[in-house]
């Protein structure tokens, strides 16, 4: 079963606008990692968080945490058509085997 | 760095046919995972390895998988016999260690007629 729920499944923006996207998950972890799939190809990927850590930048992209409510975001800001993929979280479970688990994903369509 | 290393990228088999598909992880990383992604499941870990030793095979659907690390560079997965619920798009990632990022492959699509 999946430890990480993404939401929404689908989201559909114009370039430049942001792109906020939503994890959900059940069990205490030991950090959330946020990936990104192209059409065709393997996952990447982009940024880890710890569960001690509450926000984290890398470029455009942000990443918050906050472990009370067993959830997480992902924005992606001023976005480009090139950033139209599949965005996942994976959670890595405190107490269990650490084994990134996967949620179903969003989908993200920038319009050029 | 090569990255991770899978082939082949696509395979059409027949029902009944032995499947092998295979995996290079990327050089000193300890971990090699399987994951097999389909519509209606998602992204689903089927084998895990450490150093080349399997540690958790609990989601491997059935005895028609199998998977072996003979070492740190090479790693296969064998369906035997392939059935069409097969069908699916098979990754294999390695990563430093545990609860590190994981290095996928561009995976193998599996289609089973």
């Known amino acids: 079963s999946q430890q990480g729920e993404e939401d929404p499944q689908a989201l559909s923006i114009q370039e430049g606008e942001n792109a906020t996207m939503n994890c959900s998950y059940k069990t205490s972890i030991n950090n959330l990692q946020w990936y990104r799939q192209n059409s065709g190809r393997g996952l990447v990927h982009l940024i880890l968080?710890?569960?001690?850590?509450r926000e984290k930048h890398s470029g455009r992209l942000r990443v918050t945490l906050d472990t009370s409510k067993k959830s997480s975001s992902l924005l992606i800001t001023a976005s480009r058509a090139a950033d139209t993929a599949s965005y996942f979280c994976?959670?890595?479970?405190?107490?269990?085997?650490?084994?990134?688990?996967f949620g179903r994903g969003t989908s993200l369509i920038v319009h050029p | 760095d090569a990255g991770v290393i899978q082939s082949p990228r696509h395979e059409v088999t027949e029902m009944g046919q032995e499947v092998t598909l295979r995996c290079k992880p990327i050089s000193g990383h300890d971990y090699l995972f399987w994951y097999r992604q389909t519509m209606m499941r998602g992204l689903e870990l089927l084998i895990y390895f450490n150093n080349n030793v399997p540690i958790d095979d609990s989601g491997m659907p059935e005895d028609r998988f199998s998977a072996k690390m003979p070492n740190a560079s090479f790693s296969t997965l064998k369906i035997q016999p392939s059935e069409p619920r097969d069908s699916a798009v098979y990754f294999c990632?390695?990563?430093?260690?545990?609860?590190?990022?994981?290095?996928f492959g561009n995976g193998t699509r599996l289609t089973v007629t």
């Open positions: 968080i710890r569960s001690n850590e």
């Open positions: 994976a959670t890595a479970a405190r107490g269990g085997s650490y084994i990134p688990t």
């Open positions: 990632a390695s990563s430093l260690g545990i609860g590190s990022p994981l290095h």
